[in-house]
Nanobody, 114 residues
């Protein structure tokens, strides 16, 4: 059973930066594609960044140029570097599979506010 543990969220001022980490409990050849998702209050969960086979990286238009997804396969960990944060980035951030899916973790809260 694959499980995700997200960490690194917090309160940050507009323009600030945070790095989120997602540790995956078990990986195999079917669990390569990974993504970061977020859900703001009253809104649907959305995919903001993904890393799939062939080093394919994709970002939602709203975060392009500000967020960077990376991974350390030896540590079974996926990161999301977030720069130039805006109040509209406030959400609970989750990781999960892309092309496959496991149960959602607890996520990590990111709040961007002055």
């Amino acid at each position: 059973q694959v499980q995700f543990v997200e960490s690194g969220g917090g309160l940050v001022q507009p323009g600030g930066s945070l790095t989120l980490a997602c540790t995956i409990s078990a990986v195999n050849s079917n669990t390569y594609g990974m993504g970061w998702f977020r859900q703001a209050p009253g809104k649907q969960r959305e995919l903001v960044a993904s890393s799939t086979r062939g080093a394919r990286i994709n970002y939602a238009d709203s975060v392009k140029g500000r967020f960077t997804i990376s991974r350390d396969n030896a540590k079974n960990t996926v990161y999301l570097q977030m720069n130039s944060l805006k109040p509209e980035d406030t959400a609970v951030y989750y990781c999960n599979g892309v092309g496959w899916r496991a149960s959602w973790g607890q996520g990590t809260q990111v709040t961007v506010s002055s």
